[in-house]
């Protein structure tokens, strides 16, 4: 019978546009200083460590992960890297409660880390378009790359191809004002990449385009940092908590999906986000959640576009398809709405560290349903191209 | 087919060997100009057919299930994996066809993509296939902008004139934009097609009223561009850029002078401006230097004009620097 696993101590770095002062080595090691830390344990303590780290390039060295483990006090002992695009670290979650759930160690380091601005464009003089060139190798190399292919556009596709279906949702007045909430809620984020820099939905109209139908101001920004969990099965996990008199949050669905990379019958309906459906509706089922309206009360959800958000919160089916608007219209995801949507800021003003995104997200997860008293979270992380990869987990406190 | 040596990197994108330090909060550190290169002599394996018929044959081939039926284009695979990994065969499909959904349009492009943006990429169904392929699409009318490609948007393919084996051969035009006879035949190439060169708005002759709109927002721009100027973050917006914009209005020009951190407004012509920006009304500027709407989305709107494409670069570091004074006045 598989294990009971829950998060019994979480870390992160301040995540930053730029960290000159550290390189990953470094940010690798704060997070994970600030998880034992958090979790009052040793180092050797911890039986595995699962690495993600989304990009090669970005940290400029394949294997980036074997520096590390040595350096944060793991050597002989299990380390695997994780790497699965903008779902780099739940996917990094869900193979370390695998391995929990298995009984193959009692606990594990659960590490995201990522430097992406170290890449620098000398034509433009600035790193955003080689931050998202490096990127751009993550697309098909034999169709896709050499026209242009690049994460914003690939997800711009299905967002669009949604709209194409669904011609009332998504308003742009509406995504503005989901900005505007997101930019809110990120000043409670000391960690984040933008805690000041709270925008009108008037700005975030006015915003510049960059990638029809993206503004600049509904787009997630690169970041530098490192986020860490401490994982434990159920008896050392509990033992744990005795210890630090923390309360464990306990890992109890998981789901995942990768959809088709390329579209047409047989393949992706680009007017779907089928990963998300199906990696929720898995997560669901582990965690007996029959109706998700009645269950969930915080989503972290990977946002790496607003419109994504709302069409990834109507897959998860917390709003009708189609309808996703009523997440503002109808004051779902609005102060004292019926769901807690990114209090962290999301992807979008907490910052998008990428293989440290989504464990920053549980760690904001476990933080909220633990400050707040509230039982069920949701945390997403999607990834690859056209949205093709989702992994979804169920976070509840007891 | 090609007829000029061209390098696999660029010369433009490799960056001199060199280092500098930045010092933050009393530290030092050293940042090392630095890259990640590998080269490669890569098959096409499979696909060379595929590839070999576009450059060669100007062609397109789609593979067809032996037992389902289903068309693939492009080629992806040789065994259908919905059928048990039954065989499929090359087949010739029509170089017309529908977009399966609306398609984005990059304005801020990769560093590789700059000279291209915008651009717009989206998914064709040609007619005989099931599945859709990307492709780059283009039109005849001047710049890319939204409405002008639909799901459903009939399209043609069309093949460079220097082919070279990869997708970049062929990209689509609405057929809307091509003559019957364009669309009936195979292998149209670019050079078939009449392209619009750049050609720069005219602008009425000023009246009094407009002179004096002209100053005014003459002065308004002034204003902004000196705070810029005082700006640490919107200076920092423009670090290692150099560009001599010649700004046309109805009621008068100007220029604005980029140098490396430095932005100024100077009330003369540059001798040889490296782009003409021209807008009827000098205010859609100025608007968008106060950040009251992008800039980018005047150029987009056709209300400001640019003479050169890939100047989306500096349009897009004007607006940086709005949202920098913006920022700035807000913490």
Sequence with gaps: ?398 | MTTQQEKVIPSKYIPDVGSHVETIEGNDYLITNDAMYTFYQRSKGEFSPFFLALRDDKRLLGCKCTNCGLVRVPPFLTHCPDCNFAPTELIEVDQVGIMNSTPPITYFATSLFQDMAPYGRGRVIFNGADTAMSVNLYTTTGILVPGIFKKGTEVKLIFRDDRKGEMTDVFCVPTVELSKEQIERKGVQESEINWEAPIEPKLPQADDQEVALYNEALEGIKSIIEEMNTNERARKDIAGWKRHILVKTTGGQFAIVIDDGDIRLEQREPASPDFVMVCEDPRTLLDGLAYRGAITDSVINRKLWISKNMEFNTIFKLDRMARSVARSKKS
């Excluded at chain 1, 979790?39 to 520096?67: K, L, M």
């Excluded at chain 1, 695998?98 to 003089?125: I, Q």
């Excluded at chain 1, 969990?229 to 890992?251: F, K």
Aim: negative net charge.
């Design chain 1, 1 to 398: 019978m598989s294990k009971r696993v829950g998060i019994v101590g979480a870390g992160v770095t301040p995540f930053k546009g730029r960290w000159v002062e550290k390189t990953y080595y470094e940010l690798a090691q704060m997070a994970t200083r600030e998880a034992v830390k958090d979790a009052a344990i040793s180092i050797q303590d911890v039986d595995a460590a699962f690495y993600g780290i989304y990009n090669d390039i970005f940290e400029r060295t394949a294997i980036p992960e074997h520096a590390i483990h040595g350096l944060l006090g793991m050597q002989n002992k299990f380390g695997i890297r994780i790497t699965t695009g903008g779902a780099t670290g739940a996917y990094t979650l869900s193979a370390a409660h695998a391995y929990l759930s298995a009984g193959r160690f009692k606990t594990a380091l659960v590490l995201g880390v990522e430097k992406a601005t170290d890449c620098f464009d000398f034509s433009s003089m600035s790193a955003t378009p080689e931050v998202i060139k490096s990127i751009g190798w993550s697309g098909d190399s034999f169709f896709e790359q050499p026209i242009g292919w690049s994460a914003s556009d690939s997800y711009a596709e299905v967002v669009l191809a949604y709209m194409d279906e669904n011609p009332g949702d998504l308003k742009p007045e509406v995504t503005a004002k989901i900005s505007s909430l997101l930019s809110e809620q990120v000043k409670g984020n000391p960690y984040a990449q933008r805690q000041f820099d709270q925008v009108t939905p008037e700005e975030v109209m006015n915003s510049r385009l960059v990638v029809y139908p993206f503004k600049e101001l509904e787009i997630c920004v690169y970041t530098e940092g490192a986020a860490a969990l401490i994982l434990a099965e159920e008896e050392t996990a509990r033992a744990i908590s005795r210890n630090n008199g923390t309360p464990v949050v306990w890992i109890t669905g998981v789901g995942e999906a990768n959809e088709h990379s390329f579209a047409g019958k047989n393949q992706k309906d680009m007017s779907r986000i089928m990963s998300d459906y199906y990696a929720s509706h898995r997560a669901y089922e582990m965690a007996g959640i029959e109706d998700p309206t009645k269950s969930i009360d915080v989503v972290e959800l990977h946002d790496a576009f607003v419109h994504q958000l709302e069409i990834s919160m109507a897959e998860f089916g917390l709003v009708p398809l189609g309808r996703a608007d009523s997440l503002i219209d109808d004051g779902l995801m609005t102060p004292g709405g019926k769901y807690l949507v990114n209090p962290c800021g999301g992807l979008i003003y907490c910052g998008h560290a990428v293989g440290a995104s989504n464990i920053m997200s549980a760690w904001s997860a476990r933080n909220e349903l633990i400050k707040r008293g509230l039982k069920t979270a949701l945390v997403h992380g999607t990834g690859s191209t056209v949205a093709q990869y989702t992994v979804c987990m169920v976070l509840e406190h007891e």
